[in-house]
């Protein structure tokens, strides 16, 4: 993220010039696809685009731990932020691909609950373990009180630590992140998918309903590429650990919004023009 907002230990602060510069990139991709694709497939980009943002912004609310949590010394799950961030994604992703034939907006929210119950389960199988397997509460070593119970943290905390366990803002907070990176890896599948069973018919000279295999295929493909890319994005602007939408690293989103916008246009620019290219040879 150093090109986009400076040192990543960094706080919350952008560079203006790398944010004008990452907008102009965006624009550049979003006019070649206009340019080469038409309107149809701009909406799609944009769509694309909207989605990878919801992914971004998504992670930063999503309480990763890391190794620490493992040994109880710090909250969160015990994993990284881009393999918990994609874990949620993709299984929104899944559930949403399997409702894309209910609709834009039935899909979206079906990707979104996907996402969101992954986290649930997870959030609640980590505080049973911390819990009853480890013999830890969960407390939070970033706030005082939680922001949503208002329940204090310091009586519950370790010596040595920065908290344990899963507090229930964190919880919160990553259903929130699963589901909005279940959305827009969603709302990415199917801007992909009505663009290839738009142009893939044409390049292979068959029937609309022969190409829906070939178009999911390729849709998916994409559409778990470009998740994987945003949330790596996102991992990198927060550089370790995050409680949640509480942490002090969560106002550092805005640095990843401009990275997932520029990221994502160039991912489905690309994605687009690989069938319109085919189709203009």
Not at 176 to 183: R, V
Request: glycine share 18%.
């Amino acid at each position: 993220m150093s090109a986009l907002g400076g040192a990543p230990a960094g706080g919350a602060t952008m560079d203006p010039v790398s944010m004008v510069i990452g907008i102009i990139l965006a624009i550049i991709f979003f006019g070649v696809i206009f340019v080469l694709a038409g309107m149809s497939a701009l909406y799609a980009l944009i769509g694309i685009v909207i989605g990878g943002v919801l992914i971004g912004f998504g992670v930063h609310f999503v309480p990763v731990g890391g190794a620490p949590a493992a040994m109880g010394q710090a909250p969160g799950i015990a994993t990284g932020v881009a393999m918990l961030a994609a874990g949620a994604g993709l299984a929104g992703l899944f559930g949403g691909a399997w409702a894309a034939g209910q609709g834009l907006v039935v899909a979206t929210v079906t990707g979104a609950i996907g996402g969101g119950l992954m986290m649930v389960i997870t959030g609640l199988m980590v505080n049973v373990i911390y819990v009853f397997g480890m013999g830890i509460p969960a407390a939070s070593g970033k706030v005082t009180k939680d922001p949503l119970t208002g329940d204090t943290q310091a009586e519950y905390k370790s010596q040595g630590t920065e908290g344990h366990g899963l507090p229930f803002i964190s919880f919160v907070g990553g259903v929130i992140g699963g589901a909005l990176g279940g959305a827009g890896g969603t709302l990415i599948y199917l801007m992909l998918l009505g663009v290839y069973e738009q142009y893939l018919p044409t390049i292979f000279s068959t029937t609309a309903s022969t190409i829906v295999p070939v178009a999911v295929s390729l849709a998916g493909i994409f559409a778990v590429g470009m998740f994987l890319v945003n949330a790596v994005l996102a991992a990198y602007n927060i550089t370790g650990t995050i409680e949640g939408p509480h942490d002090p690293k969560f106002r550092r989103f805005p640095r990843a919004i401009v990275a997932s916008l520029v990221a994502s246009a160039l991912c489905g620019m690309f994605a687009i023009l690989i069938v319109v290219v085919n189709l203009s040879i």
